[in-house]
């Protein structure tokens, strides 16, 4: 499967961005699929992942407040609402989809990558 990810950019803080994450290739309903982010100079961290029916989301706890995932499995896509942005929310949002139909936070559980997509969270 191939991941796309795309909806980054400049924001000011208190803002908001929805990243999109479009798959082709295999059946993307049948893969679980997880944000990751990596801000410079940081190790990748998870942000959230949604299971293949979006019944299961994880949302690590600093955003859990302000982001939201879902997913149209229609059309092959994976949302991460981020609302309220703050400065160190910056960093660059990976995809990545898992074989399975469960979620994941770790990194190491997923098999395809997205090129990733740059958000920015400054005045």
């Known amino acids: 499967v191939q991941l796309q990810a795309s909806g980054g950019g400049l924001v000011q803080p208190g803002g908001s961005l929805r990243l999109s994450c479009a798959a082709s290739g295999r059946t993307f309903s049948s893969y679980a699929v997880g944000w990751f982010r990596q801000a410079p100079g940081k190790d990748r961290e998870f942000v959230a992942a949604v299971s293949w029916s979006a019944r299961t989301k994880y949302l690590t706890d600093s955003v859990k407040d302000r982001f939201t995932i879902s997913r149209d499995n229609f059309k092959n896509t994976v949302y991460l609402q981020m609302n309220s942005l703050k400065p160190e929310d910056t960093a660059v949002y990976y995809c990545?989809?898992?074989?399975?139909?469960?979620?994941?936070?770790?990194?190491?559980?997923?098999?395809?990558w997205g090129q990733g997509t740059q958000v920015t969270v400054s005045s």
């Open positions: 990545a989809a898992r074989m399975t139909v469960v979620a994941a936070k770790f990194a190491s559980d997923y098999d395809y």
